[in-house]
């Protein structure tokens, strides 16, 4: 399966940019992958451009989980780095995946974690879920009204 990966995503793969936990995040994103049971993890760190609107910026990830889902969470990374909160989440798991060149058929599903994970990382920071993902409102002990 390796050899079926292109050039960039194997680079990529063998040096990832962004990847680590951050201490003290602004908001943490967790996404499962139910077809493989891999797991990822996106940190935010939110602060203001000069027009103060709210920008990521610094973005990490832990993936447990292939070369393809480690790439794409590289690439998710360095394409949020610096964005809008509101252009970041416009990214989708489609422009990840284009900007790695090709995936193999069979590891598309892979890159379906990165950007639901970075949405689910802007929720935590913007108080509708817990890191753990689960919903303030119903999961939480919080109003369920
Ligand atoms: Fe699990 Fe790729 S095989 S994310």
């Known amino acids: 399966m ?15 940019m962004n990847m680590g936990e951050m201490k ?3 908001g943490v994103g967790k996404v499962g992958n139910p077809r ?7 940190y935010i760190r939110v602060s203001k451009n000069k027009k103060g609107e709210e920008i990521i910026k610094d ?6 989980g292939c070369p393809a889902a480690i790439a ?3 690439m998710m990374t360095e394409l949020a780095k610096g964005k809008k909160i509101e252009d970041a989440l416009k990214i989708t798991n489609k422009d990840v995946a284009d900007a790695l060149g090709k995936l193999p058929p069979i590891k598309m599903h892979c890159s379906n974690l990165a950007a639901d994970a970075l949405k689910k990382a802007v929720d ?10 689960e919903c303030v409102r119903c999961c939480s002990g919080g109003s369920n009204s």
Do not use: R
Not at 3 to 14: A, H, P, Q, R, T
Not at 36 to 42: A, E, L, T
Not at 124 to 133: A, R
């Open 2 to 16: 390796i050899n079926s990966y292109n050039k960039k995503v194997l680079e990529i793969f063998k040096n990832p």
């Open 24 to 26: 003290n995040a602004d």
């Open 36 to 42: 493989c049971g891999d797991v990822m993890y996106i």
């Open 59 to 64: 973005i990490k990830f832990q993936t447990l």
């Open 72 to 74: 794409t969470s590289s």
């Open 124 to 133: 935590n920071y913007q108080g509708k879920f817990t890191k753990d993902n």
